[in-house]
């Protein structure tokens, strides 16, 4: 629970000192299901939050920079660090710490621009358990 607070005050303070809008969103990754808050992912840097949902409750901050930008789509890679609390595997009271690499694209297909289709990739590279691959897709929504 200490961890879920403190992360919740780490994305307000991160959004209200970056002064851009928001978005807010769900991604269905091969390891778990995000739930995601960050900062307008339109422009070249951009930041995010996220809650993992599913078998295991983490959390992560990822700060991303858009390599290619078009009215329909953007490719961005970026840099995350997680902690994942890892409450499924018996024997194991530690929390893992590890760094993600998201590369993706935000495709923009609706006559909204508001609303957008995530798909997204990541090499894990975790401290205790192994390094792993994710990917995935979801949905953003960008309130501007």
């Given at each position: 629970?200490?961890?879920?607070?403190?992360?919740?005050?780490?994305?307000?303070?991160?959004?209200?000192?970056?002064?851009?809008?928001?978005?807010?969103?769900?991604?269905?990754q091969?390891?778990?299901t995000f739930?995601?808050?960050?900062?307008n992912p339109?422009?070249q840097?951009f930041?995010?939050g996220r809650i993992?949902?599913g078998g295991?409750?983490g959390v992560?901050l990822?700060?991303a920079y858009?390599?290619v930008?078009?009215?329909?789509v953007?490719?961005y890679?970026?840099?995350g660090?997680g902690l994942?609390?890892?409450?499924?595997?018996d024997?194991d009271?530690?929390?893992?710490?590890?760094?993600?690499i998201?590369f993706?694209?935000?495709v923009?297909?609706f006559?909204?621009k508001?609303?957008?289709l995530?798909?997204e990739?990541a090499?894990i590279l975790?401290d205790?358990h192994?390094d792993?691959?994710?990917?995935g897709?979801?949905?953003?929504?960008t309130f501007?």
């Open positions: 629970m200490k961890k879920l607070i403190l992360f919740s005050l780490t994305i307000f303070t991160f959004i209200s000192f970056s002064q851009a809008q928001i978005s807010a969103g769900v991604n269905l091969s390891s778990e739930v995601t808050v960050g900062t339109y422009k840097i930041g995010e993992g949902t295991d409750v992560e990822m700060g858009n390599v930008q078009k009215d329909d953007n490719f890679i970026g840099l660090l994942d609390d890892d409450r499924n595997r024997n009271n530690d929390d893992d710490i590890y760094i993600a998201p993706g694209l935000l923009t297909p006559n909204s508001n609303l957008g995530v798909l990739a090499p975790a205790d192994g792993y691959f994710r990917a897709f979801g949905f953003k929504y501007r």
